[in-house]
Protein backbone atom coordinates (compact mmCIF):
# COMPACT_ATOMS: atom_id res chain seq x y z
CA UNK A 1 0.00 0.00 0.00
CA UNK A 2 2.42 2.79 1.04
CA UNK A 3 4.69 1.65 -2.33
CA UNK A 4 1.59 2.47 -4.65
CA UNK A 5 1.05 5.74 -2.86
CA UNK A 6 4.25 6.81 -3.56
CA UNK A 7 3.94 5.81 -7.37
CA UNK A 8 0.78 7.85 -7.09
CA UNK A 9 1.90 11.64 -9.08
CA UNK A 10 0.21 14.64 -8.45
CA UNK A 11 -1.30 14.38 -11.92
CA UNK A 12 -3.39 11.19 -11.20
CA UNK A 13 -3.75 12.60 -8.19
CA UNK A 14 -6.04 15.45 -9.55
CA UNK A 15 -7.41 13.20 -11.95
CA UNK A 16 -8.64 11.08 -9.65
CA UNK A 17 -10.11 14.37 -7.52
CA UNK A 18 -11.63 15.75 -10.88
CA UNK A 19 -13.60 12.56 -11.86
CA UNK A 20 -14.95 12.37 -8.22
CA UNK A 21 -15.85 15.83 -8.10
CA UNK A 22 -17.97 15.76 -11.58
CA UNK A 23 -19.85 12.34 -10.46
CA UNK A 24 -21.05 14.36 -7.55
CA UNK A 25 -21.76 17.44 -9.93
CA UNK A 26 -23.73 14.70 -12.31
CA UNK A 27 -25.23 13.44 -8.53
CA UNK A 28 -26.70 16.82 -7.91
CA UNK A 29 -27.96 17.35 -11.51
CA UNK A 30 -30.11 14.74 -11.35
CA UNK A 31 -31.00 15.23 -7.92
CA UNK A 32 -34.05 17.13 -8.36
CA UNK A 33 -36.23 15.24 -10.93
CA UNK A 34 -35.92 12.29 -7.89
CA UNK A 35 -36.70 15.23 -5.35
CA UNK A 36 -39.51 16.03 -7.73
CA UNK A 37 -41.61 13.09 -7.12
CA UNK A 38 -45.23 13.44 -5.14
CA UNK A 39 -44.91 13.31 -1.36
CA UNK A 40 -48.59 11.69 -0.05
CA UNK A 41 -49.11 13.43 3.17
CA UNK A 42 -52.18 12.37 3.87
CA UNK A 43 -55.03 10.77 1.60
CA UNK A 44 -58.22 12.74 0.56
CA UNK A 45 -60.53 9.63 1.85
CA UNK A 46 -58.52 9.67 4.78
CA UNK A 47 -58.87 13.39 5.78
CA UNK A 48 -62.96 13.30 4.96
CA UNK A 49 -62.95 10.37 7.57
CA UNK A 50 -60.61 11.98 10.16
CA UNK A 51 -63.21 15.53 10.25
CA UNK A 52 -66.41 13.94 9.40
CA UNK A 53 -66.07 10.02 10.52
CA UNK A 54 -67.23 8.79 7.53
CA UNK A 55 -67.02 9.58 4.10
CA UNK A 56 -70.27 12.12 3.34
CA UNK A 57 -71.91 12.17 0.11
CA UNK A 58 -70.04 14.53 -2.59
CA UNK A 59 -71.72 17.72 -3.64
CA UNK A 60 -70.79 19.88 -6.58
CA UNK A 61 -71.50 23.02 -7.03
CA UNK A 62 -71.82 24.70 -10.11
CA UNK A 63 -70.09 28.09 -11.42
CA UNK A 64 -72.24 30.44 -13.44
CA UNK A 65 -70.18 32.83 -15.90
CA UNK A 66 -70.18 35.99 -13.17
CA UNK A 67 -68.65 33.07 -10.39
CA UNK A 68 -65.88 32.03 -12.96
CA UNK A 69 -65.16 36.12 -13.21
CA UNK A 70 -64.03 36.23 -9.57
CA UNK A 71 -62.60 32.97 -9.46
CA UNK A 72 -59.91 33.77 -12.45
CA UNK A 73 -59.71 37.13 -10.29
CA UNK A 74 -58.80 35.28 -7.27
CA UNK A 75 -55.96 32.48 -8.81
CA UNK A 76 -54.60 35.24 -11.24
CA UNK A 77 -55.47 33.07 -13.80
CA UNK A 78 -58.57 31.21 -15.32
CA UNK A 79 -60.13 28.92 -12.94
CA UNK A 80 -60.69 26.37 -15.74
CA UNK A 81 -63.59 24.45 -13.70
CA UNK A 82 -67.23 24.51 -14.18
CA UNK A 83 -67.99 22.19 -11.43
CA UNK A 84 -66.45 22.22 -7.97
CA UNK A 85 -66.60 18.92 -5.59
CA UNK A 86 -66.63 19.47 -1.82
CA UNK A 87 -67.52 17.31 1.09
CA UNK A 88 -70.17 18.28 4.09
CA UNK A 89 -71.75 17.64 7.54
CA UNK A 90 -72.02 19.30 11.09
CA UNK A 91 -71.40 22.81 9.31
CA UNK A 92 -68.23 21.78 8.19
CA UNK A 93 -67.39 21.88 4.68
CA UNK A 94 -64.04 20.50 2.96
CA UNK A 95 -63.16 22.28 -0.21
CA UNK A 96 -59.73 19.97 -1.83
CA UNK A 97 -57.95 22.04 -4.54
CA UNK A 98 -55.37 22.12 -6.70
CA UNK A 99 -52.96 24.67 -7.99
CA UNK A 100 -49.54 25.19 -9.15
CA UNK A 101 -46.86 25.95 -7.49
CA UNK A 102 -43.69 26.14 -9.61
CA UNK A 103 -44.66 23.54 -11.97
CA UNK A 104 -46.82 20.93 -10.93
CA UNK A 105 -50.24 20.79 -8.79
CA UNK A 106 -50.19 20.96 -5.11
CA UNK A 107 -53.30 19.06 -3.58
CA UNK A 108 -54.12 20.75 -0.60
CA UNK A 109 -57.23 20.54 1.68
CA UNK A 110 -58.99 23.17 3.48
CA UNK A 111 -62.05 22.78 6.06
CA UNK A 112 -64.44 25.73 6.36
CA UNK A 113 -66.69 26.59 9.63
CA UNK A 114 -68.87 29.61 9.81
CA UNK A 115 -67.07 31.00 6.60
CA UNK A 116 -63.61 31.29 8.17
CA UNK A 117 -60.97 28.50 7.45
CA UNK A 118 -60.22 26.16 10.59
CA UNK A 119 -57.89 23.79 8.85
CA UNK A 120 -55.41 23.81 5.87
CA UNK A 121 -53.78 20.52 5.33
CA UNK A 122 -51.41 19.73 2.04
CA UNK A 123 -52.42 16.57 0.97
CA UNK A 124 -50.22 15.96 -2.06
CA UNK A 125 -46.99 17.87 -2.56
CA UNK A 126 -45.27 16.90 -6.45
CA UNK A 127 -42.62 20.33 -6.32
CA UNK A 128 -38.88 19.99 -5.82
CA UNK A 129 -39.11 22.63 -4.04
CA UNK A 130 -41.37 24.92 -1.02
CA UNK A 131 -42.18 21.47 0.97
CA UNK A 132 -41.82 23.58 3.84
CA UNK A 133 -45.93 24.99 2.95
CA UNK A 134 -46.93 21.43 4.24
CA UNK A 135 -46.02 21.55 7.76
CA UNK A 136 -48.11 23.04 10.76
CA UNK A 137 -45.78 25.77 11.61
CA UNK A 138 -46.89 27.43 8.17
CA UNK A 139 -50.34 25.89 7.60
CA UNK A 140 -51.81 26.96 11.47
CA UNK A 141 -52.03 30.74 10.25
CA UNK A 142 -54.80 30.19 8.02
CA UNK A 143 -57.14 29.40 10.41
CA UNK A 144 -59.50 32.15 11.13
CA UNK A 145 -59.12 33.92 7.57
CA UNK A 146 -62.39 35.05 5.73
CA UNK A 147 -62.15 36.58 2.37
CA UNK A 148 -61.49 40.06 2.25
CA UNK A 149 -62.29 40.95 -1.23
CA UNK A 150 -59.97 38.89 -2.99
CA UNK A 151 -57.88 37.93 -0.88
CA UNK A 152 -57.67 36.48 2.50
CA UNK A 153 -58.04 38.47 5.32
CA UNK A 154 -55.30 37.09 7.17
CA UNK A 155 -51.44 38.07 6.85
CA UNK A 156 -49.67 34.68 5.54
CA UNK A 157 -46.16 34.62 6.25
CA UNK A 158 -43.95 33.58 2.97
CA UNK A 159 -40.86 31.07 3.39
CA UNK A 160 -37.57 31.55 1.98
CA UNK A 161 -37.48 29.49 -1.07
CA UNK A 162 -41.70 28.67 -1.21
CA UNK A 163 -42.64 31.81 -2.83
CA UNK A 164 -44.52 30.28 -5.71
CA UNK A 165 -45.92 27.59 -2.75
CA UNK A 166 -46.84 29.87 -0.32
CA UNK A 167 -48.96 31.95 -3.20
CA UNK A 168 -50.40 29.06 -4.59
CA UNK A 169 -51.69 27.85 -0.97
CA UNK A 170 -53.38 31.60 -0.06
CA UNK A 171 -54.98 31.33 -3.60
CA UNK A 172 -56.39 28.28 -3.33
CA UNK A 173 -57.45 28.97 0.48
CA UNK A 174 -59.22 32.44 -0.76
CA UNK A 175 -60.84 30.24 -3.32
CA UNK A 176 -62.00 27.55 -0.97
CA UNK A 177 -63.58 30.47 1.17
CA UNK A 178 -65.10 32.08 -2.36
CA UNK A 179 -67.00 28.67 -3.10
CA UNK A 180 -67.96 28.16 0.54
CA UNK A 181 -69.64 31.24 0.02
CA UNK A 182 -71.60 30.21 -2.73
CA UNK A 183 -72.83 27.27 -0.93
CA UNK A 184 -73.94 29.00 1.90
CA UNK A 185 -76.32 31.41 0.30
Aim: glycine content about 8%; some cysteine.
Amino acid sequence: MKYRLQQLSKQSIREYLLRVVLLLGIALLCMPATLSAATTYEKPSDYLKRHFGAIPKTKAVSLQSKDLKRLNAIMGHSFGQKQVRYWESGGKRVWILNEIGKTEPITTAYLVESGKITEVKVLVYRESHGWEVSRPFFTKQFKGATLKGNELSTDIDGIVGATLSVRALKKMGAAALYLNSLVSK
